[in-house]
């Protein structure tokens, strides 16, 4: 599926009922990452799995300018908002784990729990892009 979020066409996946967990993908990939993972969750018949390609991955529409971290938090927010869910478990590999930290800070009391790997709370070094 697809919906317009902050002038952008963002493509996402919305499985399941029960408690809201949100899947965030890594760098350079895309939600796909997580089909193994939603699958195995979906049998539990306990979650509501979510993910999302960020702008410019995936399916979702490519962006004219560069992308911020918070505006990705701005996207989760955003599909969040769309989809009914008030808080939700955020779900974050690398990248994904950067843009969970971007929510944290600007949407703490919209979290439900996190999940993060292979992730840090700020930026990556020079050396490291």
């Given at each position: 599926?697809?919906?317009f979020?902050?002038k952008?066409?963002?493509?996402?996946?919305?499985h399941?009922i029960?408690?809201?967990?949100?899947?965030?993908?890594?760098?350079?990939?895309?939600?796909?990452?997580?089909?193994?993972?939603?699958?195995?969750?979906?049998?539990?018949q306990?979650?509501?799995?979510?993910s999302?390609?960020?702008?410019?991955?995936g399916?979702?529409?490519?962006?004219n300018?560069?992308?911020?971290m918070?505006?990705f938090?701005d996207?989760?927010?955003?599909?969040?908002?769309?989809?009914?869910?008030?808080?939700?478990?955020?779900?974050?590999?690398s990248m994904?784990?950067?843009?969970?930290?971007?929510?944290?800070?600007?949407?703490s009391?919209?979290?439900?729990?996190?999940?993060l790997?292979?992730?840090r709370?700020?930026?990556d070094?020079?050396?490291a892009?």
């Open positions: 599926m697809k919906t979020i902050n952008t066409n963002i493509a996402y996946s919305d399941g029960g408690l809201p967990v949100i899947f965030l993908h890594a760098f350079p990939l895309n939600r796909s990452m997580w089909e193994g993972e939603m699958i195995a969750l979906l049998q539990e306990a979650y509501r799995l979510v999302l390609d960020w702008r410019g991955f399916e979702s529409d490519i962006p300018d560069i992308s911020p918070t505006l938090a996207d989760v927010a955003a599909l969040m908002d769309l989809l009914g869910i008030e808080k939700a478990i955020l779900c974050g590999l994904g784990g950067y843009a969970t930290f971007a929510f944290l800070r600007q949407y009391q919209r979290i439900a729990g996190l999940i790997a292979d992730t709370p700020g930026a070094t020079p050396e892009q």
